[in-house]
């Protein structure tokens, strides 16, 4: 196993398990502080994606209406399934095909094959195995659950400081539910210069400036128990 790791022919595919197991890591520490750094990356995501990914379809020519990156994007269904969680398998796929690779190659040969030249087909493998789990995944997430929202029908919604404090030129993170009982998380700044938000505060999301939703304390009663 320690030969496999430090092996300079597998580098490519140890860091890639390696990132895998850090952002498994952050989201568990993230989560267990009340965030979610899968569902904050989410919502940095075009508005286009957000459960507009047709799973039976292939890769569609371009229309002019969207970029590249958005087309790779739809390939993998994200937006069907959460961004983090094709790149885990993404990160975990071409990690095994490269080890397993290199691992039969040394077998009939004598010799790994150069980890530049091994990674040309462990990611071509590794995209094909990430689009076929994402596409699986996306069949078995409820539809209720993966209904499209723009991220502008967030304003006029409640939502709760969830990491730190939040001051103006300072946004932090909140969570927010939206009319089809999705939770999201969003980084919140003051509308008022002079406001901080704690963590824990309910705050009235007014506007959004650059990805970022400007907000007020929620001190209407029926606001908070909306």
Do not use: C
């Not at 994200?78 to 077998?107: E, K, N």
């Not at 938000?197 to 939703?213: K, P, Q, T, Y």
């Amino acid at each position: 196993m320690g030969q496999i790791v430090t092996a300079p022919q597998n580098w490519p595919f140890v860091v890639a398990l390696g990132v895998m197991l850090g952002l498994a890591l952050m989201e568990t520490l993230i989560l267990a502080l009340g965030g979610s750094l899968f569902g904050f990356v989410d919502d940095l995501l075009p508005d286009s994606l957000d459960g507009d990914v047709d799973i039976d379809a292939d890769v569609s020519v371009a229309d002019g209406s969207g970029g590249m990156l958005e087309q790779v994007l739809g390939w993998f269904a994200i937006g069907r399934v959460p961004f983090l969680v094709a790149v885990i398998a993404l990160l975990t796929s071409f990690g095994l095909i490269g080890l397993a690779l290199q691992g039969g190659v040394r077998m009939l040969t004598g010799a790994a094959l150069p980890s530049g030249l091994a990674a040309i087909p462990a990611f071509v493998g590794a995209a094909f195995t990430t689009r076929w789990l994402a596409l699986a995944i996306a069949r078995i997430i409820p539809r209720e659950e993966t209904s499209a929202v723009s991220r502008d029908s967030f304003i006029g919604r409640v939502a709760t400081i969830t990491l730190g404090s939040a001051r103006m030129g300072e946004p932090t993170q909140a969570r927010l539910t939206d009319t089809h009982g999705q939770t999201h998380y969003v980084m919140v700044e003051p509308d008022r210069a002079a406001d901080i938000l704690a963590e824990g505060e309910r705050v009235l999301l007014v506007s959004r400036v650059s990805g970022v939703f400007k907000a007020i304390r929620a001190e209407n009663e029926a606001l908070l128990d909306g």
